[in-house]
């Protein structure tokens, strides 16, 4: 790993289990967990060796932990250049330059950039709130792209993830339980297959705040695997012994990956 070259305001985070660490300025914007548990959720297929293609990379967080779990080129899409240069900079401090590539562009964009029908595995932490007269939204530019529907709706994203995707490549989301049936007829248009569903739980006796899922583009009638929930925090607000493990335990790297 090369020594990073930090400017006014920005930081080092990282994540022990992947030996990765991320430039981030907190003022712009900063990963959190659900972009590691995306992360950690995603199972590539044929050990990785095709392109998967993270949308609305951010700092790049995302795609920069999953790359060690594939064989394969990984590209980060963000439309801010602050973001964008500083997860340019991150994949370099990686030393991950021969594999992950950067690209300032608009998601909506990307095929001038990347074929369609040329991705194995896309992967999205989408803004969460749709913009509409009831939400308040951040006055900060880079928090109001990263949190809200501005440059981007759910369905446009779906619409992008599957004009990527080969078929029966796999379409990997993070988001708000309260939208679940939002994002499943979005997928449901584009023939999308949710193969696997996981919900996060801040602590065990609160609702779910995030899920996971897995969906194919093109997929059979096989059903949709439920897992086991996921909960972060202890009553005592200790991370629980499952997330300790995926944070600080055993690299994520497949078993397989030889």
Do not use: C
Not at 231 to 254: C, F, H, K, M
């Amino acid at each position: 790993m090369t020594t990073a070259k930090l400017r006014p305001g920005e930081r080092l985070d990282g994540l022990p289990a992947q030996n990765i660490q991320i430039i981030q300025n907190p003022d712009m914007f900063a990963y959190s967990l659900d972009a590691i548990l995306l992360a950690y959720f995603a199972q590539p297929k044929k050990k990785g060796r095709g392109l998967s293609v993270d949308l609305g990379a951010g700092t790049g967080a995302i795609g920069l932990f999953y790359a060690p779990k594939v064989l394969g080129p990984v590209k980060l899409v963000e439309i801010q250049p602050e973001l964008a240069d500083m997860a340019a900079r991150s994949v370099a401090l990686n030393d991950l330059s021969d594999r992950v590539s950067v690209l300032n562009t608009d998601m909506k964009q990307v095929f001038d950039e990347v074929k369609p029908g040329s991705v194995d595995t896309v992967l999205a932490n989408p803004p969460y709130f749709s913009t509409n007269e009831k939400t308040k939204q951040n006055v900060d530019r880079h928090y109001q792209l990263a949190r809200h529907e501005v440059a981007i709706d759910l369905p446009g994203l779906v619409q992008v993830a599957n004009k990527l995707l080969k078929n029966h490549g796999k379409f990997y989301l993070v988001h708000r339980p309260e939208r679940l049936t939002e994002i499943m007829a979005a997928l449901a248009t584009k023939n999308f297959a949710i193969s696997r569903l996981q919900f996060i739980y801040g602590k065990a006796d609160r609702p779910a705040n995030m899920v996971l899922l897995e969906a194919i583009k093109d997929g059979g009638s096989g059903g949709t695997r439920v897992l086991p929930p996921l909960v972060a925090y202890t009553n005592q607000n200790d991370y629980t012994p499952q997330l300790r493990e995926i944070l600080y335990g055993s690299a994520w790297t497949l078993p397989d990956k030889r």
